[in-house]
C-alpha cells in the first residue's frame, strides 16, 4: 500500500487578503525601484499604484497624439462640395484656408474677394505673380502656353482657354457631356462640344445641324 502523499489545498474562493501578483506580471507593471510601495495608506497595494502610474501614461500619450494632429501641416489641397455638387461630375481641387475647414474653389483664388477668414486666397505671396505663384494643383495649362485657366475651369462645357483645348483632347483629357448637356458641334465660340439643355428649343441656333431645336429636349 503506498503512503499517502502531502496535498495542498488551493481556495478557489475570492479572499479579502491581497494576493501577490504572478512575478512576471508584477515585474512587468512594478519595475524595480520605480513604483512606490504606497506606504502604510490603507487598502493600497503597489499594484493598485502601478496600475494608476500606467492609467496616466496611456492618458497622456493619447492627448500627445491629439495635440499632433491638430498641429500638422496644412493639406496641400482640397475638394471644394459647392464644385462636387454644382459645375462638375468629377473631383475637382481647391485651395484650404488656414482654419482647415473652408475650402476655396480654385477660381475663387486671387479673385480680389477674401473667401477665407484671414484673407489667405488673397495674400500677396500667393497672387504676385500669376499663375506662377499659385500651386500648381490649382492652375491648367491650355495647349498655347502664353494661356492658362483655374484647375476648376477644366471640363467645365466652356471654352475658357479660347480654343477648347480645356475641353478637348488628351491635354484635358474630359468625360462625355452630363446629362445636363446637349452633344453637338456648337455654333457659338463660348461652347465647345456640348451645349447646356436649357439652351435646347429656344428657337435661337446653337448646332451645326440646327439638333439643339429639333431634337434635343430640355
Same mark, same amino acid.
Given at each position: 500500500?503506498?503512503?499517502?502523499?502531502? !496535498?495542498?489545498?488551493?481556495?478557489?474562493?475570492?479572499?479579502?487578503?491581497?494576493?501577490?501578483?504572478?512575478?512576471?506580471?508584477? =515585474?512587468?507593471?512594478?519595475?524595480? #525601484?520605480?513604483?512606490?510601495?504606497? #506606504? @502604510?495608506?490603507?487598502?493600497?497595494?503597489?499594484?493598485?499604484?502601478? !496600475?494608476?502610474?500606467?492609467?496616466?501614461?496611456?492618458?497622456?500619450? &493619447?492627448?500627445?497624439?491629439?495635440?499632433?494632429?491638430?498641429?500638422?501641416?496644412?493639406?496641400?489641397?482640397?475638394?471644394?462640395?459647392? !464644385?462636387?455638387?454644382?459645375? @462638375?461630375?468629377?473631383?475637382?481641387?481647391?485651395?484650404?484656408?488656414?482654419?482647415?475647414?473652408?475650402?476655396?474653389?480654385?477660381?475663387?483664388?486671387?479673385?480680389?474677394?477674401?473667401?477665407?477668414?484671414?484673407?489667405?486666397?488673397?495674400?500677396?505671396?500667393?497672387? #504676385?505673380?500669376?499663375?506662377?505663384?499659385?500651386?500648381?494643383?490649382?492652375?491648367?495649362?491650355?495647349?498655347?502656353?502664353?494661356?492658362?485657366?483655374? &484647375?476648376?475651369?477644366?471640363?467645365?462645357?466652356?471654352?475658357?482657354?479660347?480654343?477648347?483645348?480645356?475641353?478637348?483632347?488628351?491635354?484635358?483629357?474630359?468625360?462625355? *457631356?452630363?446629362?445636363?448637356?446637349?452633344?453637338? =458641334?456648337?455654333?457659338?465660340?463660348?461652347?465647345?462640344?456640348?451645349?447646356?439643355?436649357?439652351? *435646347?428649343?429656344? #428657337?435661337?441656333?446653337?448646332?451645326?445641324?440646327?439638333?439643339?431645336?429639333?431634337?434635343?429636349?430640355?
Amino acid at each position: 500500500m503506498q503512503s499517502p502523499q502531502n !496535498i495542498t489545498l488551493v481556495s478557489l474562493l475570492p479572499s479579502d487578503t491581497p494576493q501577490p501578483l504572478p512575478r512576471p506580471l508584477t =515585474s512587468l507593471l512594478c519595475p524595480p #525601484g520605480r513604483c512606490h510601495p504606497c #506606504g @502604510a495608506h490603507a487598502g493600497c497595494t503597489r499594484r493598485h499604484f502601478c !496600475i494608476s502610474v500606467l492609467v496616466l501614461l496611456v492618458l497622456a500619450a &493619447a492627448v500627445a497624439v491629439g495635440v499632433a494632429l491638430a498641429l500638422r501641416p496644412r493639406a496641400p489641397g482640397c475638394t471644394p462640395r459647392v !464644385i462636387l455638387v454644382i459645375l @462638375a461630375p468629377n473631383n475637382q481641387t481647391g485651395f484650404l484656408c488656414d482654419d482647415r475647414v473652408t475650402c476655396v474653389p480654385a477660381s475663387w483664388v486671387c479673385d480680389r474677394v477674401s473667401n477665407c477668414r484671414n484673407g489667405e486666397d488673397e495674400q500677396e505671396q500667393l497672387c #504676385g505673380d500669376l499663375p506662377h505663384s499659385l500651386p500648381g494643383f490649382l492652375v491648367f495649362h491650355c495647349s498655347n502656353p502664353k494661356s492658362w485657366v483655374y &484647375a476648376d475651369q477644366r471640363c467645365n462645357g466652356m471654352n475658357d482657354c479660347g480654343d477648347c483645348s480645356d475641353e478637348l483632347g488628351s491635354l484635358a483629357a474630359c468625360p462625355p *457631356c452630363g446629362w445636363q448637356w446637349w452633344s453637338c =458641334s456648337p455654333v457659338h465660340y463660348e461652347f465647345c462640344s456640348c451645349i447646356p439643355r436649357r439652351l *435646347c428649343r429656344d #428657337g435661337v441656333q446653337h448646332c451645326l445641324g440646327w439638333s439643339d431645336e429639333f431634337l434635343c429636349t430640355p
